[in-house]
């Protein structure tokens, strides 16, 4: 039977990158990641096929218009998807197929069979989620408006009871790995123990 997907959604800037690299670092094996088609452009050092499928909107519309995607959603005037075929590609080779997605993300994979484990991260504060935005420097007062308002809805969504089985605040890196890690360690033994037999 292939493994659960692990859905990991929060805010765009609350570390949710740092806490799966170390998921990986620390599991490689038991992991894969759906790589995402997205119509932005690519962020220096981010390789077409690896960080994600950059695309063009007209190829988008039409993957999305075939219903190729299992959940696609527009965020800072992008679109972002993830295909059927991505995840197929990695419950196929056995491991927890890593979906990192937005609320809109997780509200279409609710609709689908694929029955994940639903993980939301949070930041402590809302101001403390700005301050790390704003260490990024890579945001316009605009875009930094537009993020917040959008953390804002992604928190009030992540908090409502039942729509996540964990609720992890990123207050403290290790900490937050540690809870993140507990919670998806009897899915990890499962394939590690398929592994050595």
Excluded: W
Excluded at 38 to 53: A, I, S
């Amino acid at each position: 039977m292939a493994p659960r997907p692990l859905v990991i959604c929060g805010p765009s800037g609350v570390g949710k990158g740092t806490l799966l690299k170390k998921l990986l670092e620390d599991h490689m094996n038991a992991f894969g990641f759906s790589v995402s088609h997205t119509t932005r452009q690519p962020r220096p050092g981010e390789e077409h096929g690896k960080d994600y499928f950059f695309v063009n909107r007209e190829e988008m519309d039409e993957a999305i218009e075939n219903g190729e995607f299992i959940e696609h959603a527009v965020y800072s005037g992008n679109c972002y998807g993830t295909s059927k075929e991505a995840v197929e590609a990695v419950l196929e080779s056995g491991r927890i197929c890593i979906l990192d997605i937005d609320t809109q993300g997780v509200k279409q994979v609710k609709n689908t069979d694929l029955n994940p484990f639903y993980v939301f991260i949070k930041p402590p504060t809302i101001e403390d989620l700005e301050k790390r935005l704003q260490g990024r420097g890579t945001e316009t007062e605009e875009s930094m408006a537009r993020r917040l308002k959008a953390a804002q809805e992604e928190i009030e969504y992540g908090e409502t009871p039942d729509n996540f089985c964990i609720v992890i605040v990123n207050d403290e890196v290790d900490r937050a790995y540690e809870e993140l890690k507990q919670f998806i360690l009897p899915e990890i033994k499962k394939i590690e123990d398929c592994e050595s037999d």
